[in-house]
């Protein structure tokens, strides 16, 4: 008998991972335009939450207009259910606990995380191409941050001409940046900042201030992918007239049905494994 799978809220990429799933699961879903009414489902064997999972203390469901509090999501599990998503905090894995529910982060399947990456540097190229009036071949294209979405952003974007620095507080992660080909500098860095055509932040907390931001080219690009709070202030940006973008959650942008299948096989791979952790 297969098993019973809902997957509730999120944006079009969780359509597809449902459509996905289905080859698998009987696949049930809430929080989408066409979604029907999940009052008569008898309680998931598996909750697929939203890929991210919250919006404040809600279910992050932008495709609906109901709000869906986050902990009474878990009241559509049967006990000892598997649940799938992301951004947990410690209450909410508490309550998990005495639910009994065993317990998968998307954040920490890392072939879904760099796959993830890839498709976000995919989409701030399209962005980039689209926002500014120059080639990015010859441009001159500053990156904060050096984790997995930032390494992917340098490597799309070096691969078509951009001339790429790095910036990061990290030794190692500027020493690891060198040895790509890319120049490393700290955060900060007036020459860098003002030599920059585009700059893409992927740190997710204040880096771009009034004082970063004015030592920049009045035609620069920022494309700010960090998650809350992101790391550029915004109200700055408008007022010295430089041109800034937030982009979080790409993937469901620019790559829905690819995103989306990526995410039900990270969910097919641990059922079929047994990787959920209680």
Do not use: H
């Amino acid at each position: 008998m297969r098993k019973k799978l809902l997957v509730i809220g999120g944006d079009r990429r969780m359509e597809y991972a449902a459509e996905r799933l289905s080859a698998a699961f009987d696949v049930y879903t809430c929080g989408f335009l066409n979604s029907p009414p999940i009052w008569d489902l008898k309680q998931a064997d598996i909750l697929v939450l939203p890929y991210p999972s919250f919006s404040g203390e809600y279910l992050n469901m932008p495709l609906s207009e109901r709000k869906i509090p986050a902990v009474s999501a878990l009241d559509l599990l049967r006990y000892g259910g598997t649940l799938f998503g992301c951004g947990f905090d410690s209450g909410f894995l508490s309550y998990c606990s005495e639910r009994c529910a065993k317990v998968f982060d998307f954040f920490e399947d890392e072939e879904l995380t760099l796959r993830n990456a890839v498709l976000t540097a995919e989409g701030a190229v399209e962005i980039i191409l689209r926002e500014t009036d120059f080639s990015v071949n010859g441009s001159k294209i500053m990156i904060l941050g050096f984790g997995r979405v930032g390494k992917a952003c340098a490597r799309a974007l070096s691969s078509l001409g951009a001339e790429i620095t790095v910036s990061a507080r990290s030794p190692e992660a500027r020493e690891e940046a060198e040895k790509r080909g890319y120049r490393a500098t700290l955060p900060g860095d007036e020459k860098a900042l003002r030599a920059a055509d585009s700059i893409i932040n992927s740190i997710p907390t204040p880096v771009l201030g009034r004082d970063e931001l004015s030592l920049l080219k009045k035609d620069a690009f920022i494309l700010d992918l960090a998650s809350k709070p992101y790391g550029t202030d915004f109200v700055a940006a408008k007022e010295l007239g430089i041109k800034a973008e937030i982009a979080p959650g790409l993937p469901g942008k620019t790559a829905p049905k690819t995103a989306g299948y990526l995410i039900a096989e990270s969910v097919i791979k641990a059922v079929e494994g047994g990787d959920c952790v209680g």
